[in-house]
């Protein structure tokens, strides 16, 4: 008997009789850009129809099933909307054989004539975890990134992106993000859900009444009906209602409520009667919807001490500490590190779990670069999270996407019920294998020691630095020094509460314990990138993993030229203080010079926007301490370092009233000083 075959051409049409359906319309214009982008010949006419049909079967939630009624003709069939937008991206990808990752990783299609489909199976994976969800966090990138001329363009693949890998729930962007983008992402099939800091995905107080106190106290009917529209806007659609209170930039709200010193009951009665009034208003306007809770943050005190009363009904949402690890967050100078798995719970809720593959956190988090821990790592700690039947609900923090593909990728594995944890080894190997098509023992060898590399701050094994580490101490540095502060600003849990001299003895110990491993690192990377024949796969590493090494090696060398400069100031060793702030400068530098010459035109101003580790800033700060620097130690009109050092000593005795030639810039004087003076130290 011959077999069934359906062979797909570009004259197959996609097609659904629910062209109104917003959800149906994008997986049909999705399936016939890739049937386009997949196929170059031409059959005989032929359709792939998406059919809706509400009574099929729904045992498992959006499972869709694959039917082959005539050469002519094959029918994905699902119970739900987003049922059908999985069956179209099953056929995109085991059919014609587009990766999930092709935005972000722009792996190569193969093309051909035609594709003959001859078997039907295709089939929604066996998934543990009910809710599978990204929160676009920190987005500054992708906020001011466009690509085809267009924002929503980028975020409607940020959406099939994570469709494509199974998930079914997003948090998009934050604040003013998170609203604009609200739309886009239910237009693809996905559950809303919520930022901890922004209860019911409401406008936030302080936005709607910017010269208001944001007191609940004080004006408890405005917070209300923020609630109260919030709900009203987004119900009939589906949505995972974020319960909670937390106050405006995402702290505790007793902060921003100076007029009372409030007890752990007051906090936690405050709490408890405004999530029960959220919660009465969600069932209220929206009967049966599904609420959660972020044990976050004061949260887990307050929880731990039994001082929360929560609806039987809510997900209860755990967090890790930005870091990968399932214990309570670093709080400026507090490192509680309480164990979060072993929390009883003795109401038997659902729990679930924020989990962050990149993290904000202004002091050693990972928002440009992987993250430091390593995904076997990762893995092992979310193998955990299923043992303690947490794993109802992931919502995964991954930042602007594009830097995290490496963990994305295993995360979105790990909810399949199949799971297994592989070697550190077996991770990278599949994902090098998978996406690089040359030089894969190399490569494979650089990604395996960029998570040997990063610093080890602190006794516990999850504590390793990120690229905020070194960015956010540059800056931190020419503060204190040019300021004549006697600390580094907010490092207290680094270093103790001790001296600036101290400070930056242990902070020089920590980068010395890692620095010659970044700079061979980078060396390397740099080496492989250029052994790279392919332009797709050359281009792929220079994003993927040669840029990440860099801010790290650069930085750190920034970070290191700025404090040995200052050892010098110190000593009064003016001009070799600026040479070390010269240095600083073009260490930093270089990683400007990276991006500028991406040789990717698509991400080439991916970065563009990096307001937080801000390398640009650093760019700034460095090079008004070394221009500080010279004003010390140069004289008023910036000559004397040219005569002592510069000029033939016939020349440099004949004082003239006046020079006669303009002084040289910092950059020049700089040149010829490291050319001269770069032995004497």
């Avoid at 092709?102 to 035609?114: H, R």
């Avoid at 990728?409 to 994902?431: G, L, M």
């Avoid at 956010?472 to 490092?491: C, D, F, N, S, T």
Wanted: a negative charge.
């Amino acid at each position: 008997m011959s077999k069934d075959t359906f062979v797909i051409s570009r004259k197959t049409d996609v097609h659904t009789d629910n062209m109104a359906n917003p959800v149906l319309k994008n997986a049909v214009d999705i399936l016939q850009r890739d049937i386009q982008k997949a196929t170059t010949g031409e059959a005989d006419a032929n359709q792939i129809t998406l059919v809706l049909k509400k009574d099929a079967d729904q045992k498992v939630p959006d499972t869709f099933t694959m039917h082959y009624v005539s050469p002519r003709k094959v029918e994905i069939v699902a119970a739900t909307s987003r049922g059908l937008m999985y069956g179209a991206l099953a056929v995109s990808r085991e059919v014609l054989g587009i990766d999930d990752f092709w935005y972000f990783m722009d792996t190569p299609i193969k093309k051909q004539s035609t594709v003959s489909w001859t078997d039907f199976s295709q089939h929604l994976p066996d998934f543990q975890t009910k809710y599978r969800g990204w929160f676009v966090n920190d987005e500054l990138l992708v906020a001011a990134w466009q690509d085809h001329d267009s924002k929503d363009y980028v975020w409607d693949r940020i959406y099939e992106t994570l469709l494509r890998v199974g998930g079914n729930l997003v948090v998009p962007g934050t604040d003013k993000e998170s609203r604009y983008h609200r739309n886009g992402a239910r237009d693809m099939g996905l559950i809303i859900a919520h930022h901890h800091a922004e209860p019911l995905g409401s406008e936030m107080f302080a936005r709607v009444y910017p010269t208001l106190e944001a007191s609940y106290l004080k004006y408890p009917e405005l917070f209300k009906k923020l609630w109260r529209d919030g709900i009203l806007e987004q119900r009939g659609h589906e949505v995972v209602y974020g319960l909670g209170f937390r106050g405006q930039g995402d702290r505790p709200f007793w902060l921003d409520d100076a007029s009372h010193q409030w007890t752990d009951e007051e906090k936690a009665k405050v709490i408890n009667d405004t999530i029960k009034l959220q919660y009465d208003m969600v069932q209220e306007l929206d009967p049966g919807a599904q609420c959660s809770v972020s044990i976050y943050g004061e949260l887990t005190g307050l929880f731990n001490k039994g001082l929360l009363k929560l609806p039987q009904d809510v997900i209860e949402i755990w967090a890790d500490n930005g870091y990968g690890k399932m214990v309570s967050r670093r709080q400026w100078d507090d490192v509680p590190r309480s164990p979060v798995l072993t929390i009883p719970n003795k109401a038997h809720r659902a729990r679930g779990i924020y989990y962050h593959v990149t993290f904000h956190d202004l002091q050693a988090s990972s928002f440009l670069t992987l993250l430091p821990n390593s995904p076997h790592f990762v893995a092992e700690e979310l193998e955990k999270v299923r043992k303690a039947k947490m794993d109802t609900l992931e919502l995964i923090n991954v930042g602007n996407v594009k830097p995290h593909i490496l963990f994305i990728r295993e995360v979105a594995r790990s909810w399949r019920r199949d799971y297994q944890v592989h070697s550190e080894e077996a991770i990278i190997k599949d994902y090098v294998s998978h996406y690089y098509s040359e030089a894969q023992k190399e490569i494979t060898t650089i990604y395996e020691d960029y998570f040997k590399a990063p610093i080890q701050y602190g006794p516990h094994d999850d504590q390793k630095a990120g690229d905020e580490f070194a960015t956010y101490l540059i800056r931190k540095v020419v503060k204190a020094w040019m300021g004549h502060y006697p600390q580094l600003e907010e490092m207290k849990w680094l270093t103790g509460d001790v001296s600036l001299d101290d400070q930056l003895t242990k902070v020089t110990e920590l980068i010395d314990t890692k620095y010659a491993e970044w700079d061979r690192l980078y060396r390397r990377a740099v080496q492989v990138y250029a052994d790279i024949m392919g332009q797709q796969p050359q281009r792929l590493f220079y994003n993927d993993m040669l840029l990440g090494i860099a801010v790290h090696a650069c930085s750190l060398h920034a970070l290191r030229a700025s404090i040995q400069a200052y050892r010098h100031y110190q000593q009064a060793e003016i001009v070799h203080a600026f040479l070390g702030a010269d240095e600083a400068v073009r260490a930093n530098d270089e990683i400007i010079r990276l991006r500028r010459d991406n040789p990717s035109p698509k991400w080439v101003d991916f970065f563009h926007n990096d307001a937080y580790s801000n390398i640009e800033l650093n760019a700034i700060k460095l090079r008004r301490l070394r221009s500080y620097l010279r004003v010390l130690g140069d004289g008023s009109d910036e000559d004397v370092w040219e005569r002592k050092y510069l000029m033939e000593p016939a020349d440099a005795r004949v004082m003239l009233l006046s020079n006669t030639h303009l002084a040289l810039s910092d950059d020049q004087i700089a040149k010829k000083l490291r050319e001269q003076l770069i032995d004497e130290k």
